[in-house]
């Protein structure tokens, strides 16, 4: 007895003409170590990590601000230059390695897609779909039937492939192709967004700063380094910062105005935490506040009144050279000290709150006898607004105002708009690959003795996303409606 020979298993989806290629690569390709997935894992983990970094420390800010925010551990920040991490040899190249990551695996990827799409198998047999399709006797010869078939497909809204061996007509029809693009499209989109980190982060193509603005004043916005304007200056007209009982910020914001070289206002915005100004590829962020010095009102025993301007260093602390109010005769000198932005005042006693520039006290040390040559300060009490201090030559102390700093952090970035359409073509990518479904219909047409015998194979669409199969439709739609037992029921479905 002979072995019965059975049809051959068909790839419905990448049936090629021809077996696939054996690998003949050596055992290790550097092309596909670059563009593997484990490489990407591994630069994606350093990358995250290097920019937790960046965000928990302090960037872009002058080595005596690094000092005030990081104390001990600024030596050993600005030493390893973590200060300015994201411009550092080691972060732009895992920027580099990563963009050539998604450029060798998108070009693979498209290849791939391409080389399947040419090689596809179109043309078959009635006998390669016997056992997988299912079957029905159309009335009319053969070229009939295929005019009939072809318009059926079309109306499905598929895309129509046809081929001819023999006797025999195949068709191979889909719909949803956009979606074997959707994870190429995606990893584009990703290249494009750290290409355009890489550029936005290389020395020479972005620059950044950090002002410090009073109100009613105009700073000019320089290349990061002293002398190299931009033609652009920013002006702030209103700082605000508001702190509940404990001293927690709940808001600071600043009214700022962009203006040109010439003076002419380019955009006006109140900015705040997470709300900057953007002006093409540059932005403006709320960085900080500080208290940069303060006034203290003297009134001497005859009446006449001195303004004393005590102003502040980068760390936040009251600066030497304006510390101590010399006497004009044979008055006390005076000297500050200590100088607490927020604090709270019980009898004699300060209790420190937060670093809000919101109600500050300083300590006031009173000499006498300064004009007899004495250097001998003594404690005379701590100066809050609100309260006088009484001294021993009859001249009382008040406050007269503070001066409140808005810190202002620039950054040019001219890879934002890069990042921008990443994103945009990273979403349309994923978009097509989960919402875009690919389906596909084989059918095969051969001479039958009572007309044309037609094999329809197929994948049914998951429920929700694409009702009915495209089998089942097709054959419905070829059907006589006056017939419907034309169907032979025996073959598989």
């Given amino acids: 007895m002979e072995p019965q020979v059975l049809p051959p298993r068909i790839d419905l989806v990448n049936s090629n003409s021809s077996p696939p290629p054996s690998d003949s690569r050596p055992s290790w390709d550097p092309w596909l170590v670059l563009g593997g997935a484990r490489f990407a894992v591994v630069l994606l983990v350093v990358w995250a990590l290097l920019a937790s970094l960046g965000t928990i420390l302090p960037q872009g800010r002058p080595p005596e601000e690094t000092h005030r925010l990081l104390g001990p551990w600024a030596h050993l920040v600005l030493f390893l230059g973590l200060d300015d991490l994201y411009t550092s040899p080691g972060f732009l190249g895992v920027l580099a390695f990563l963009c050539l990551n998604l450029a060798i695996s998108s070009v693979r990827r498209i290849r791939r897609v391409r080389r399947e799409d040419r090689t596809l198998k179109i043309a078959m047999s009635a006998r390669d779909l016997a056992g997988i399709s299912r079957t029905l006797t159309l009335p009319e010869d053969l070229s009939q039937a295929s005019e009939r078939v072809e318009a059926a ?113 380019l955009q006006r915005q109140t900015i705040r935490v997470n709300e900057p100004l953007e002006h093409g590829a540059t932005t403006f962020y709320q960085a900080g506040y500080g208290l940069a010095g303060f006034r203290i009102q003297r009134t001497d025993a005859q009446g006449h009144v001195h303004l004393w301007k005590v102003e502040t260093d980068v760390q936040g602390r009251v600066d030497p050279w304006s510390s101590v109010l010399l006497p004009r005769g044979s008055g006390s000198a005076f000297g500050v000290q200590d100088l607490i932005p927020q604090a709270r005042l019980e009898g004699d006693q300060v209790h420190p709150i937060s670093n809000l520039p919101l109600a500050p006290a300083v300590a006031v040390f009173e000499n006498p006898r300064f004009h007899q040559g004495s250097q001998d300060f003594q404690p005379l009490g701590w100066l809050t607004p609100g309260r006088e201090l009484q001294a021993a030559d009859g001249s009382t102390l008040r406050f007269a105002g503070m001066s409140v700093y808005s810190g202002i952090q620039y950054r040019h970035d001219p890879g934002y708009p890069l990042v921008v359409a990443g994103f945009v073509v990273a979403t349309l990518g994923l978009g097509m690959a989960f919402y875009i479904a690919h389906r596909r219909v084989r059918v095969v047409l051969t001479p039958d003795r009572l007309g044309t015998l037609c094999l329809v194979s197929g994948v049914a669409g998951p429920p929700g996303r694409d009702p009915g199969d495209l089998p089942t439709r097709l054959i419905r739609r070829l059907t006589p409606a006056s017939d419907p037992d034309r169907e032979d029921t025996h073959a598989p479905a």
């Avoid at 129509?160 to 889909?174: F, L, M, P």
């Avoid at 990703?190 to 950044?208: I, T």
């Avoid at 000019?220 to 009982?245: A, I, Q, W």
């Fill in 153 to 265: 497909l079309r109306s499905l809204g598929l895309r129509v492939r046809r081929a001819q061996t023999g006797t025999d007509i195949s068709y191979y029809a889909e719909r949803g192709r956009w979606r074997i693009w959707g994870s190429t499209w995606a990893h584009l989109g990703l290249l494009l967004v750290f290409l355009g980190a890489l550029v936005g982060h290389w020395h020479g193509w972005s620059f950044g700063g950090y002002l410090k603005i009073l109100e009613g004043t105009t700073q000019e916005v320089t290349r990061g380094v002293p002398g190299m304007p931009t033609g652009l200056s920013l002006k702030l007209h209103r700082f605000v910062v508001v702190g509940d009982e404990t001293g927690r910020p709940l808001d600071f914001s600043s009214d700022v105005e962009l203006l040109d070289a010439e003076g002419k206002t």
